[in-house]
């Protein structure tokens, strides 16, 4: 019988970002057939692709047992506390992006993962835009080049947005990535 999913505050619907998906895959951590397997990065000494739970990472077991972490490096860090960065590193299902997954903290707190975003997407937040037009300016880009590029973001593409909202302040912030 499937169980209703964890709640996972930094990663709200890891359904619709497809890192959680249904399966009867039994979990390596607890041993139980529950449903779903988390089919997103794993950083692990222990080979841990497609064999986790939810529930294993929701309640720290997966990254207790394993020295599991779910989400690469941060952004935009502000005096975050310390069980806030173990929350989203180790109780939160990560995202699969292009290169090494980043996750954004602000107001001291993690932001909120919305899931990938392409240009139409970022349209809709004009403040998330920016951050990834400054990113992309960053890279010494003419300004014709880094409007070509925000203008080819596709959610579904090789140069992918990834949106995320503070909890805090509700500011909406992206970075991008390309293969």
Not at 6 to 29: K, M, N, Q
Not at 81 to 89: G, Q, T, Y
Not at 114 to 133: I, M
Request: proline fraction near 7%; aromatic fraction near 12%; charged fraction near 20%.
């Amino acid at each position: 019988m499937t169980e209703l999913l964890p709640e996972f505050p930094y990663h709200p619907d890891p359904l619709a970002t497809g890192v959680i998906v249904p399966s009867d895959t039994v979990c390596i951590c607890c041993g139980r057939e529950r449903g779903y397997v988390y089919t997103g990065p794993v950083y692990a000494a222990a080979e841990l692709a497609d064999r986790l739970c939810p529930w294993c990472i929701a309640d720290g077991s997966a990254a207790g047992r394993f020295d599991a972490h779910f989400t690469g490096g941060t952004r935009l860090g502000d005096d975050v506390p310390l069980e806030v960065l173990a929350a989203v590193d180790r109780r939160t299902p990560g995202f699969t992006a292009w290169q090494e997954s980043q996750w954004f903290f602000h107001c001291a707190d993690g932001a909120t993962f919305l899931g990938p975003a392409g240009s139409a997407d970022l349209a809709a937040y004009p403040e998330a835009l920016e951050t990834v037009r400054r990113q992309a300016n960053g890279w010494g880009w003419p300004s014709e080049q880094v409007e070509r590029f925000l203008a080819s973001l596709d959610k579904d593409g090789e140069a992918t947005a990834y949106l995320f909202r503070c909890r805090v302040c509700a500011v909406h912030l992206a970075y991008a990535d390309f293969a």
